[in-house]
């Protein structure tokens, strides 16, 4: 069998794979500050009417544009690869694929969805975008689908990884992206954050919070999501729809699916086509992986939360730290975030998804390995995944089990080297997050 598997160019989807359809249970609404479910209406301010319906939709199956499609083929479908040095240097008798992101323009999954995001502004007159990013991949993103549809983005980037990644914010400079460290003083948000605390490192909430303020202030500015939001999932399902006709292409089918999981989006691209075949009863099982330092799903409260540190978006459903928590600076930037994706914690809630921690000196430990056993360097949020499937493939190899293990290989780690520097000097410092530190940040839940 070939190692690399393509498939041929009219074989990408048509459509996005929305999982509200299959769901066993329909999704919790989102809440406004007095309690009550919110309409579209009070999503028109931010987000363009296509977006909106998007997010709305329990529609199985919905279009892609055909202006989305032909941006996308630039580099879909991507190769689904079997980790054949990896299964021999593990010594398992497991099968382990991995479905390569990392070879998009800006070395991500993130375009999946910053590409219609800009298109469905442009359709609507929009002049800007404006988003928030934590490790870069997403800012990038953005960057590169405005410039595509000759948008002005603007991106408000986590200060600790403004400062870790500088290449990635050269990125989005590059394709014309204006950059700024957040929390910044051009927004209340921002400099209430700094008043409290002058060195303050950054959130994704803090950021979030910062682009809402100001796409709500300008009227012909919007705001563009990288993750959590159902809409942008369903842009990401292009990639579990290709990896599962891929392994149709070699007679496989996996066992178990794995992939990082901060706010959902590189999660529910890989998993939620493959819950379709669950909920028509498969025996699957969809793993999201995240950092110990920031354990949403595996230590959060399934509660309502804003998705953003000041209150200003609605309350969604959804595993959460407290949308006050300040998460370390780990590498990891894009798993750094309060809460979870919706639908990811519905499914998680129900026992239809399962969730694992892993600490950071453990998640480069694996990058390292996959790089000199199959040559590509992973980024720091991909290293979750594969710390996880190596995790199980060595269980298998105790147990005698051959699995087949699929993951998603999100993003290159080509502009996170300073990181893998760290971690060969042996500065990289494991950081599981206090019980304590957690109960006192969920007591600042909304009450209503």
Not at 311 to 317: A, D, H, I, N
């Amino acid at each position: 069998m070939q190692k690399k598997i393509w498939l041929p160019e009219n074989e990408m989807p048509t459509h996005w794979y929305n999982v509200v359809a299959d769901m066993p249970n329909a999704p919790a609404p989102p809440l406004g500050p007095d309690g009550q479910p919110v309409g579209p209406d009070a999503l028109s301010a931010i987000f363009p009417q296509a977006i909106i319906e998007q997010e709305m939709s329990a529609e199985r199956w919905i279009k892609i544009p055909d202006e989305v499609r032909e941006k996308l083929l630039l580099w879909r479908p991507t190769p689904l690869v079997r980790a054949t040095e990896l299964e021999k240097a593990l010594g398992t008798p497991c099968k382990i694929f991995f479905k390569n992101e990392a070879v998009s323009p800006a070395g991500s999954h993130k375009p999946n969805s910053a590409i219609p995001q800009a298109y469905y502004n442009k359709q609507e007159g929009v002049k800007r975008l404006i988003t928030e990013t934590g490790a870069g991949q997403w800012g990038s993103s953005l960057a590169l689908a405005g410039n595509m549809f000759d948008l002005d983005v603007r991106i408000c980037m986590v200060k600790v990884s403004y400062d870790q990644k500088p290449y990635r914010r050269l990125l989005m400079q590059t394709w014309g992206g204006n950059v700024f460290a957040s929390p910044t003083d051009m927004t209340q948000v921002g400099r209430d954050v700094l008043t409290k605390d002058p060195d303050s490192q950054g959130s994704l909430g803090i950021a979030i919070a910062e682009a809402v303020e100001e796409a709500g202030g300008n009227p012909e500015a919007n705001y563009a999501l990288g993750s959590v939001l159902n809409h942008v999932l369903l842009h990401q399902t292009i990639i579990g729809q290709e990896a599962k006709k891929q392994l149709e292409m070699v007679g496989e089918y996996p066992d178990m699916v794995f992939a990082p999981s901060g706010g959902g989006s590189n999660l529910g691209g890989l998993a939620f086509p493959f819950f379709a075949d669950k909920a028509a009863g498969k025996d699957v099982r969809l793993v999201g992986v995240e950092p110990t330092s920031c354990p949403s799903l595996t230590k959060g409260e399934y509660t309502y939360d804003y998705g953003d540190s000041s209150g200003l978006t609605p309350m969604m459903k959804m595993y959460t730290l407290g949308h006050d928590f300040m998460p370390p600076g780990i590498h990891a930037g894009g798993l750094r975030y309060h809460g979870q994706s919706a639908l990811v914690s519905q499914l998680h809630h129900e026992g239809l998804l399962e969730a694992m921690a892993v600490g950071q000196t453990e998640t480069f430990e694996a990058g390292v390995l996959f790089a000199r056993t199959e040559g590509i360097v992973p980024a720091p949020e991909s290293n979750h995944a594969i710390a996880a499937v190596i995790q199980e493939a060595l269980r298998c190899k105790e147990t005698g089990e051959a699995k087949t293990l699929l993951f998603n290989l999100s993003g290159h780690g080509h502009f996170d080297m300073s990181s893998y520097d760290r971690f060969f000097k042996g500065e990289l410092e494991d950081y599981e997050y206090p019980e304590e530190a957690i109960k006192a940040s969920l007591a600042t839940l909304p009450k209503f």
